[in-house]
Structure formats: structure tokens, C-alpha cells
């Protein structure tokens, strides 16, 4: 079993930059790919970022170039840096794990989910 706890989410700007964290306990977490996803509105749940055990990662078009995402080991933490926000980006932000490296962008293939953090940015 493995617990996610998002937190870093909040009001900012357009062109403002957020870093969320993704926290985990419970079963180790470094055995995992862990995801991002986001919610807005009447919207689906879509795929922002990933990263594998082995540290590959993979963006969504629509923020590649603009995001980065890694994890610290030592913290048993992903962290998800956002910059050049836009109002389009406003969602609520989930963390996930799952085990293996495939189906990275299918948030119904990840097992663990954490409770979300909201982005909110302004024009």
C-alpha cells in the first residue's frame, strides 16, 4: 500500500510558476512510476507528466518545455515545477503511482492516487 499526499497548489498569475510535491509513505516508492494528472471543470482527467524508476520522464504537448518533473529519493517525494502558467492550466493536480514503466498516460492504469491539489491561475 502506498499513500500520496499532494501539496503546493494555490492562486498565481499567469506567467507565474508553482512546484507541486507529491509526498509518499507506506510501501517504497522508489519501485514506482509516478504520474500527474489534472482535472478541470467538466473536463476529463488528463495525463501533465510521468517519471519511471529509472528516472525517464515524459510531458502532455500541452506543457512540454514548460514543466518539469523528478522525484528525490531520500524524501520519498515528486515534485512537478510548473512555470509560465496560464489560465488554461487552472485544474485540481493528482499524484499516482503505479508499478511498471508502460501505460504511463492512462490514469486508469495507475493504482494509488492521492486527494489533489488545486491550480488556480488568473489572467
Known amino acids: 500500500q502506498v499513500q500520496l499526499v499532494e501539496s503546493g497548489g494555490g492562486l498565481v498569475q499567469a506567467g507565474g510558476s508553482l512546484r507541486l510535491s507529491c509526498a509518499a509513505s507506506?510501501?517504497?516508492?522508489?519501485?514506482?512510476?509516478v504520474g500527474w494528472f489534472r482535472q478541470a471543470p467538466g473536463k476529463e482527467r488528463e495525463f501533465v507528466a510521468a517519471i519511471t524508476t529509472g528516472g525517464n520522464t515524459y510531458y502532455a504537448d500541452s506543457v512540454k518545455g514548460r514543466t518539469t518533473i523528478s522525484r528525490d529519493e531520500a524524501r520519498n517525494t515528486v515534485y512537478l515545477q510548473m512555470n509560465s502558467l496560464k489560465p488554461e492550466d487552472t485544474a485540481v493536480y493528482y499524484c499516482?503511482?503505479?508499478?511498471?514503466?508502460?501505460?504511463?498516460?492512462?490514469?486508469?492504469?495507475?493504482?494509488?492516487w492521492g486527494q489533489g491539489t488545486q491550480v488556480t491561475v488568473s489572467s
Open positions: 507506506g510501501r517504497t516508492f522508489s519501485s514506482y512510476s
Open positions: 499516482a503511482a503505479k508499478s511498471g514503466s508502460i501505460y504511463l498516460t492512462q490514469y486508469d492504469r495507475y493504482t494509488y
